[in-house]
């Protein structure tokens, strides 16, 4: 579709007239970010509508992990559409009872029963309200209180945002917050709230969790929910102990367990869900985003048979959540789909081989750069640090602007690509090539080195 410049421009006005654009400013998006239109996508890459295509180093937002153009999941929602295109949540559809069933199989563990809906925000609420509904239920009514992260990140609903441990400053017009939310600390080593080195810290952060529940009372605590690998705090992958002492804490005080998948889930990180990395099975798990690829929306939250029996043990209510798109059998169809190509071609086990690719080929590249402080990540959920003192860990001063800089840099470069603060995301389709690997490095390695000499560094 081509268009002339004064075209293009009046539909830039037309979205700054008429859509609210999310987080940044604005001023942001007509000065620094040039707002772009996308028209196309084929593969790991997009094109926007003056015709320059980029990698899409982000995946949107780290869900599209079959990639662009896949028709067969059009196709699967089309003859849904035409069968039977929508159902009131209170009666299930084939789709909905085919893609419960495929979930029950790929999760692990005892996660046999769903509740679904149409946003990873609306997943994570679902899952506060079974684990309060399962207490309540349970004869424990006092239980409350929420355990969550630091840095995590856990929605854009106001419930979810006040478990959300990241942009406290935005979430600042939103207040007062819940008052039956704790935060700890996040396993983020590299920058340790304690200032202690891994593994002599005995995980701290973990500790954190138990101390918390005892010093104010454990029969008031109805979850710990954390994020399995925290994408908004830069990607810090949890030493191999942390989760396991994290369930272990949970079991002794009869608090349930809730790790959010929404971006974990689906291959993100070389297994289907992260949790799987460490042997831990959660009491709810949340999922989305991979779920559909993007292609439509899909959401929920799946349980462990205990808790659902006690869930549904009411003999006059059961859960309490009817979402008007939950179970949607036009999305479950596109679900099922894109499930499917995961694991017909072995997606999954790509991204633990290409991550680990990536991962290895960045550091080879990086470590010793002065301006790179750490490179970590699993599987395809990758950040590279920058840091204006390596020794020091030093982040840059905020007149440096610099992850403006660094978005700037990796848009002319040919990527799009996330930033949190002093962390640059990669997140790439799951179906990405080794030569698309390399390539990614390979416009890494620009950037990095741009960045640098702009910074004189």
């Not at 997943?123 to 309060?132: C, L, P, Q, R, W």
């Not at 008031?220 to 994408?231: E, K, L, R, W």
């Not at 289907?272 to 999922?287: E, L, N, Q, R």
Request: charged share 25%; hydrophobic share 40%; proline share 5%.
């Amino acid at each position: 579709m081509e268009k002339d410049a004064n075209e293009i421009e009046k539909l830039r006005e037309k979205v700054f007239k008429h859509i609210f654009l999310p987080m940044r400013s604005v001023k942001w998006y007509q000065e620094v970010g040039r707002l772009k239109i996308l028209v196309k996508g084929e593969g790991i890459r997009v094109t926007d509508i003056e015709g320059n295509t980029y990698i899409d180093g982000a995946a949107a937002w780290q869900y599209g992990a079959v990639g662009h153009g896949r028709t067969e999941i059009g196709d699967a929602i089309k003859k849904q559409m035409e069968v039977l295109a929508f159902a009131a949540p209170e009666y299930a559809n084939l789709r909905e009872i085919e893609l419960a069933e495929k979930l029950a199989e790929l999760t692990p563990g005892g996660l046999t029963k769903v509740s679904f809906c149409n946003s990873g925000s609306e997943s994570v609420e679902t899952a506060m309200k079974i684990a309060k509904q399962y207490h309540v239920l349970n004869g424990q009514p006092r239980r409350h209180k929420i355990i969550t992260r630091r840095g995590s990140y856990h929605g854009a609903t106001w419930a979810t945002m006040n478990l959300t441990g990241v942009y406290r400053n935005a979430l600042s017009f939103f207040e007062p917050a819940m008052p039956q939310v704790v935060r700890v600390s996040n396993p983020y080593c590299y920058r340790c709230d304690f200032k202690l080195t891994y593994p002599s810290c005995d995980l701290l952060c973990a500790q954190e969790i138990e101390k918390v529940i005892l010093a104010e009372d454990p029969e008031t605590f109805s979850a710990v929910v954390g994020d399995t690998v925290s994408h908004s705090n830069y990607v810090a992958v949890p030493p191999p102990e942390y989760w396991p002492m994290v369930r272990t804490i949970c079991d002794k005080y009869g608090v349930l367990l809730i790790n959010d998948e929404v971006i974990c889930g689906f291959g993100r990180t070389g297994k289907w869900f992260a949790c799987s990395h460490w042997d831990v099975v959660p009491d709810i798990m949340t999922f989305a985003k991979g779920i559909t690829s993007g292609y439509i929306p899909c959401a929920g939250a799946i349980a462990t048979t205990k808790v659902a029996k006690v869930v549904e043990s009411s003999e006059e209510l059961g859960l309490i959540n009817f979402p008007t798109w939950g179970g949607n059998p036009n999305s479950c169809a596109g679900a099922l789909a894109n499930i499917a190509i995961i694991e017909r071609e072995k997606l999954v086990g790509n991204s633990a081989t290409q991550g680990n690719y990536m991962l290895e080929g960045l550091k080879d590249r990086f470590s010793n750069y002065p301006i790179v402080g750490d490179i970590r990540g699993i599987g395809l959920l990758l950040g590279v640090e920058m840091v204006a003192d390596k020794k020091t860990k030093a982040l840059f001063p905020p007149e440096v602007k610099f992850p403006f800089r660094a978005f700037a840099k990796l848009e002319s470069e040919g990527i799009l690509a996330r930033d949190f603060e002093s962390t640059i995301l990669l997140t790439p389709p799951l179906c990405i090539t080794k030569s698309d690997t390399d390539e990614i490095i390979n416009i890494m390695d620009r950037v990095v080195t741009g960045l640098a000499k702009d910074l004189g560094i």
